[in-house]
């Protein structure tokens, strides 16, 4: 049979008082219950820990004194895996799997996100993976993930929340040898002809509609796409003139030699995040992400 936290903590407190009396104080006890906890565990260690003197004085046998402090120790791992398992009973604690899309690190929402829950949530367990937008609604229906921080979509599958947490502006990334480099801003008209990296999967919604609503807008032709799995091999290639990038403004904290930055002088588009989560997320996680990022 497992230790008794109750008997172990009647130890301490006659160990700590040297007292029955002040050790049934502590605990808020009859006297008479400290006693019949520590002969309790006597009885299962199989030895005295305290000799009673004449005024119920007491003090630790030599096995008492060697048992103090794997009690203690003892006493503390219990009360932890107490805290723990009511933690884990309302969702504070136990692993918690985030999904994000690269903007989500970049922009800092995923950064406001981990420190709300170091803060408020400690004993959770957050794993990260970086994961693109159709990978996540896979990962999330699946239930291998918990929260998503991705791109809007239309249309959510049943059973997910989805909620806009983020939006900030597009800008282009070019190479710092482009020609347009020489504008402060990038009117539309100019970008006709130029070929677009696109680092996203093979889909035609998110940025793939953004650069199709550019080119709508100015007045020009959809132009050649060159698809990549993410923004830094999309980076690279615009920094080695291989083509512009519309890129979220959070993308230029980047700092890639070669690459700049210009907003686009007559076209306000913007790009933005969503947060998923499944209906079965713990409520105390979600809260606190919810309340980072003030929804």
Same mark, same amino acid.
């Given at each position: ?87 884990? !009973?309302?969702? *504070?604690?136990?692993?918690? $799997?985030?999904?994000? /899309?690269?903007?989500? &690190?970049?922009?800092?929402? +995923?950064? %406001? ?45 049943? !059973?997910?929340? *989805?909620?806009?947490?983020? $939006?900030?502006?597009? /800008?282009?990334?070019? &190479?710092?040898?482009?020609? +347009?480099? %020489? ?113």
């Amino acid at each position: 049979m497992m230790l008794d936290g109750d008997q172990l903590e009647a130890f301490l407190a006659i160990a700590e008082t040297r007292h029955f009396l002040r050790a049934a104080d502590r605990l808020g006890i009859a006297q008479s219950v400290v006693s019949k906890r520590l002969q309790r565990l006597e009885d299962r260690l199989g030895a005295r820990l305290v000799t009673r003197g004449s005024r119920k004085d007491v003090a630790l046998t030599r096995a008492g004194q060697l048992f103090l402090d794997e009690a203690r120790a003892a006493l503390a791992s219990l009360r932890q895996a107490e805290r723990i398992g009511r933690n884990i !009973a309302r969702g *504070a604690a136990g692993p918690l $799997r985030i999904g994000y /899309v690269f903007s989500a &690190a970049m922009s800092g929402t +995923l950064a %406001r996100v981990l420190r709300a829950l170091r803060d408020a949530l400690p004993d959770l367990d957050v794993r990260l993976s970086l994961m693109e937008t159709p990978v996540q609604f896979d990962r999330i229906v699946s239930g291998e993930i918990d929260i998503g921080l991705t791109r809007p979509r239309p249309s959510y599958p049943p !059973a997910i929340t *989805a909620r806009t947490v983020h $939006r900030e502006p597009l /800008v282009l990334a070019l &190479a710092d040898d482009h020609p +347009l480099t %020489r504008h402060v801003a990038v009117r539309l008209a100019d970008l006709a002809g130029e070929p677009f990296i696109m680092p996203q999967f093979h889909e035609e919604v998110g940025l793939a509609e953004a650069v199709r609503d550019l080119a709508r807008a100015g007045g020009f032709a959809m132009p050649a796409l060159h698809r990549t799995d993410d923004f830094i091999s999309a980076a690279v290639l615009a920094a080695a003139g291989r083509g512009v990038v519309l890129a979220p403004a959070s993308l230029q904290h980047l700092a890639l030699d070669g690459l700049t930055f210009r907003p686009l002088a007559d076209h306000a588009a913007t790009v933005e995040l969503a947060l998923l989560c499944r209906d079965d997320t713990p409520a105390a996680a979600r809260g606190v992400i919810e309340r980072a990022l003030a929804l």
